[in-house]
């Protein structure tokens, strides 16, 4: 079973409707920091900041000394923003045009 179908089941459509239920920052922060750990949401914070300055055009060097993300991070983040599901691209864009 590849990751896409195993994302494609109803226990992580009722997770994905949770989380499209949440109304503000305050309550997505209160669900995240109960479902995540610390490191986790930190993890998810950096990569969100290496695809945006990714996409604004900042070099690797540049993105690690603001991020402090290694190189295989970014790197990773980059091959998903090129080769992905447009997920990055998605948020980025709605997130500019709020």
Same mark, same amino acid.
């Given at each position: $079973?590849? &990751?896409?179908?195993? @994302?494609?089941?109803?226990s $992580?459509?009722? @997770?994905?409707? *949770? /989380? @499209?239920?949440?109304?503000? #920052?305050?309550?997505?922060?209160?669900?995240?920091?109960?479902?995540?750990?610390v490191?986790?949401?930190?993890?998810?914070?950096?990569?969100?900041? /290496? =695809?945006?300055?990714? #996409?604004? !055009? &900042?070099?690797?060097?540049?993105? *690690?000394?603001?991020?402090? =993300?290694?190189? =295989?991070?970014?790197? #990773?983040?980059?091959?998903?923003?090129?080769? !992905?599901?447009?997920?990055?691209? @998605? /948020?980025?864009?709605?997130?500019?045009?709020?």
């Open positions: $079973m590849s &990751k896409r179908d195993q @994302l494609e089941n109803q $992580m459509n009722d @997770l994905f409707d *949770a /989380v @499209l239920s949440l109304q503000d #920052r305050d309550e997505c922060r209160a669900f995240l920091e109960d479902v995540c750990t490191g986790e949401l930190l993890s998810i914070c950096q990569r969100y900041q /290496v =695809a945006l300055m990714l #996409r604004d !055009g &900042k070099t690797y060097s540049e993105i *690690a000394g603001v991020t402090h =993300a290694s190189t =295989a991070t970014i790197s #990773r983040v980059n091959r998903t923003l090129n080769y !992905g599901n447009d997920g990055y691209d @998605l /948020v980025i864009e709605r997130h500019n045009n709020s």
